[in-house]
């Protein structure tokens, strides 16, 4: 009788601590994943990079940049939209322009390209 009252007890304790080997082992899966995610941050200096660099980067960073650069060259009056299908449009202008122009600042080109 009294190993059945203790019994609730040791599974109780047996949870709780499974829930805290949980939590412990989510926190550090989160923590690992945004400590990978800091250490693939970059820095681009749009105003050093070539053409050819700029046709050479993985697509993310390429998206990344082309989100950037069609804010810089949208007109303070335009509305704050994003039109995805538009901005795939002007990026591939963009990468033609760069594939004949490799030589060419990355700024230069988008203000060939993107300015209005």
């Not at 550090?28 to 941050?41: E, T, W, Y």
């Not at 070539?50 to 303070?76: A, H, R």
Request: proline residues 3%; charged residues 25%; hydrophobic residues 50%.
């Amino acid at each position: 009788m009294i190993a059945q009252l203790l019994l609730p007890s040791r599974v109780c304790k047996v949870e709780r601590g499974s829930m805290l080997v949980k939590s412990a082992a989510a926190v550090l899966v989160v923590a690992a994943l945004l400590a990978a995610r800091a250490a693939d941050a970059q820095v681009v200096d749009l105003s050093a990079t070539k053409c050819k660099d700029f046709v050479e980067l993985p697509k993310d960073t390429v998206n990344s940049i082309m989100m950037w650069l069609d804010g810089y060259f949208t007109d303070e009056e335009d509305p704050a939209v994003v039109d995805f299908d538009k901005m795939k449009a002007k990026a591939d202008k963009l990468g033609a322009f760069c594939m004949q122009n490799p030589k060419m600042g990355l700024m230069t080109a988008a203000e060939n390209v993107l300015a209005k």
